[in-house]
């Protein structure tokens, strides 16, 4: 897809759903390329993660318990790799200093 047969819907289903490099490459364009369009196009290209919510830890925590990898429970839970080892090692972690108090 070229920068000239994107349209505005296009981008806008792509931008701020992901980093603005995965955008791009979902684009199949640079992200020069990416940010000029959404310049042009007025559209923002802001990307908040999306924090967890407690039900949502607690079933990446029992899953983890089950024996699943981290990589399965991302793919499982519509999240990263990073986001799952990062919020289940937080947990850990909170859960540890609790038990020394």
Avoid at 46 to 60: D, G, L, N, S
């Amino acid at each position: 897809m070229n920068k000239q047969s994107i349209t505005p819907e296009q981008f806008r289903a792509v931008a701020g759903t992901m980093p603005a490099c995965r955008a791009a490459d979902a684009l199949g364009i640079s992200q020069a390329n990416f940010y000029r369009l959404a310049q042009s196009y007025s559209i923002s290209t802001a990307f908040v993660y999306k924090p967890w919510k407690p039900e949502e830890k607690q079933i990446a925590a029992e899953l983890r318990a089950a024996g699943e990898s981290h990589k399965s429970i991302a793919m499982k839970m519509g999240r990263s790799v990073a986001s799952v080892s990062r919020t289940l090692s937080r947990m850990r972690k909170a859960g540890t200093k609790r038990g020394a108090q």
